[in-house]
């Protein structure tokens, strides 16, 4: 029952990469095979303590080091960019991913800044490629989004943009569940498929349960938002459209946090304690909720540093 308590206070804070809507373009430049979507609202994380401090610790190293490539461009990310967005996609037997930045980014001074530092990109179709950095490459959409990531994700999600490929207008099951998320400073919507691994890592030990092999197969989708307007709030939903099934969930999960809580230490506890889990109308609605102090406390701890890498 180890990491019941990673699905209990950031189950999916830990694979946060960093949350605005999703801008129109973003949306037609990402494969039909989306698993995952993540979006990450940079305003809303720089007006709140908690958020930024969420961020310094789950940033990745190739995200930081796009950050740096874009000083070199002229581009601030911290006045310039809005928001990022995520998408993990399906490429056969691969996953993939690609990032959306929304924001001023000036193109036309851009663009002349690469020329007079004499940077030729690479064309692909109508699309120019600049180097981002850790073998990334990144290009505009529009004057206010860019899509950047590795050469291979890059081209599919290009793809898909200009209808070579199927793109997420085709996916029903992400799409239902983009209209249940909120305008959160941060959320996330995943599949089926997702969701089952999610909630895999989270259960730990508890997944092999029988009770879980009931469930696992009713599972539909998720999706959770982070708001940091107070202290800090999750709010996470697994679909299962099957009463029985949110509810033998939720009996694996509150039974995992009794059994956790009997030897957790305090941080664990807090975690534990600021969380309720429910069912509802075939969902399992899990809430977690903090103080700024509490949530920054539990960032620095060693169980915040185990489940996050």
């Known amino acids: ?41 940079y305003r809303a994380l720089r007006n709140s303590s ?100 590795d050469p291979q994700a890059v081209h599919e999600a290009l793809d898909a943009r200009d209808g070579e490929t199927p793109s997420l207008a085709n996916n029903a099951e992400i799409n239902s569940l983009l209209g249940s998320v909120g305008d959160g400073a941060i959320w996330s919507v995943l599949d089926s498929t997702g969701t089952q691994n999610m909630l895999r890592s989270g259960l730990g030990d508890a997944a092999k349960l029988a009770d879980y092999d009931f469930v696992k197969k009713r599972l539909t989708g998720s999706y959770y938002t982070v708001d940091f307007t107070h202290g800090v709030s999750l709010d996470l939903t697994v679909a299962t459209g099957d009463p029985m099934a949110a509810a033998t969930l939720a009996s694996l999960l509150k039974a995992g ?41 539990l960032l620095q701890s060693d169980l915040f540093t185990a489940i996050s890498h």
């Open 50 to 149: 908690s958020g930024m401090a969420l961020k310094g610790k789950l940033l990745p190293d190739n995200l930081k080091q796009f950050e740096e490539a874009l000083k070199g461009m002229g581009i601030n990310p911290d006045s310039d960019v809005e928001s990022l967005s995520f998408a993990l996609f399906r490429s056969g037997k691969n996953l993939r991913s690609v990032g959306f930045a929304t924001g001023d980014f000036q193109l036309k001074k851009f663009v002349a800044k690469q020329t007079a530092a004499k940077v030729k990109p690479e064309k692909y179709r109508t699309a120019s490629l600049y180097p981002a950095g850790s073998g990334m490459l990144m290009t505009f959409l529009d004057e206010g989004t860019m899509l950047f990531g």
């Open 1 to 41: 029952m180890k990491r019941v308590i990673a699905l209990l206070c950031c189950l999916s804070l830990a694979t946060v990469s960093f949350a605005a809507p999703l801008a129109s373009n973003a949306k037609t430049a990402i494969p039909s095979q989306a698993q995952q979507i993540i979006s990450v609202d």
């Open 257 to 297: 946090m009794m059994l956790k809580k009997m030897g957790s230490s305090p941080t664990e506890k807090t975690a534990i304690d600021s969380t309720t889990v429910d069912n509802s109308s075939g969902n399992l609605l899990l809430k977690f909720k903090a103080d700024d102090n509490k949530f920054q406390s």
